[in-house]
């Protein structure tokens, strides 16, 4: 039994955070001992290892300056751990596990990279900073784990040791996400979409990759054509981008059939109550989860070609290159124009295809051979 301590800033809402709650729980249901260290206390999926065997620990960060009291704490807390394996999750704490390493050197670094070809322009001096410093010191990770092949790619272009890296694909819980009629149609009633109308929505936080204004600007040509069609903008943001959106939804006309759903914690129902779920995301994705919890409920996905959209969707959905309203709005018409037989085709294809490639069992079977060599 190896002791593997998982370590990431926050378990706030987002993908790299879901990944590693089921990895983490599922290594301890395997048999390893396994700790979870965040930087700072709760978090969206905190509660998630209420009655689990995951061992949660917190260094209680008061905040962006609290450095040094948090370094010694951390020093501390990896002596009294000792663990075997620290599995790092995205830039600071990938860097914070290669900065500790002298004081617990017979522990195996390993770094999580979760996301491709970032634009960096859209975020502040310090997560610039950030990335370039974790480029220099990847060579002193002892493996690197990519869950994509974008990801991959984008790493080694930027420095990352070739020799290091491995690929290994998010998994999705198939017994989580499924086709439920049921809840998808509470959830519709509940957001004021008749029967009769077709939804499409985009799942995630209101952020720059995610090019939410080619999403609205698609959805104003759909608009300008289809009457019975609405659309759900799902997830938060920071609050002048956010503000920004809406009132970019504003000017397109679109408040009377576009939904500003904000987080949801109930994602069956979310994903069941689509017709389509669409990512418009420009750059940054890796493996986007919103496609495979997505087509594991049945729900054709259009996608733009970031990361490995393309790959995980296959033949289920559409792929259209990034940054092309008009391309996302005639890939949506093609999949809305379907006869029931042929959209019933798709969504049995959907899921199959996440329960052959991208099972739960999968992830932890390729992530524990390359944890502890098991």
Known sequence: MKH????????????????????????????????????????????????????????????????????????????????DVIYSYLGVANILSVL?????????????????????????????????????????????????????????AHGFPEKKITVIPNGIDTERYYPDKLAGEALRKAWGVAENELLIGVVGRIDPMKAHPVFLEAATLVNQQYEQVR???????????????????????????????????????VYNALDIVSLSSSYGEGFPNVIGEAMACGVPCVATDVGDSALIIDATGLVVPAKKSKALFRAWCE????????FKRLSVLARERVINEYSINALLDRTATVLVNE
């Open 100 to 156: 500790m390493h002298p004081f617990i050197t017979s522990t195996r670094i390993v770094w999580g990279v979760r996301a491709s070809n970032m634009n960096l322009k859209e975020y502040d001096w310090l997560s610039r900073w950030s990335y370039r410093l974790e480029c220099r010191l990847s060579r002193f990770a002892d493996i690197i784990i990519a869950n994509s092949h974008a990801g991959l790619t984008f790493a080694l």
């Open 231 to 269: 659309f759900v903008c799902v997830g938060t943001g920071e609050a002048e981008y956010a503000k920004a959106m809406h009132t970019l939804a504003t000017d397109l006309e679109l408040d009377k059939v576009l939904i500003w759903a904000g987080r949801h914690a109930d994602m069956l129902a």
């Open 335 to 342: 999949i809305l124009l379907l006869d029931s037989k042929d």
């Open 4 to 83: 593997i301590l998982f370590f990431i800033r926050a378990l706030d809402a987002g993908g790299a955070e879901r990944q590693l709650v089921v990895t983490a729980k599922g290594l301890a249901d395997r048999g390893h001992k396994v700790s979870v260290l965040s930087f700072y206390s709760g978090g969206f999926y905190a509660d998630e290892f209420n009655e689990s065997k995951v061992q949660l620990l917190s260094l209680q960060k008061k905040g962006r300056w609290d450095l040094v009291g948090f370094l010694l704490r951390l020093i501390k807390l990896l002596r009294q751990q000792s663990p």
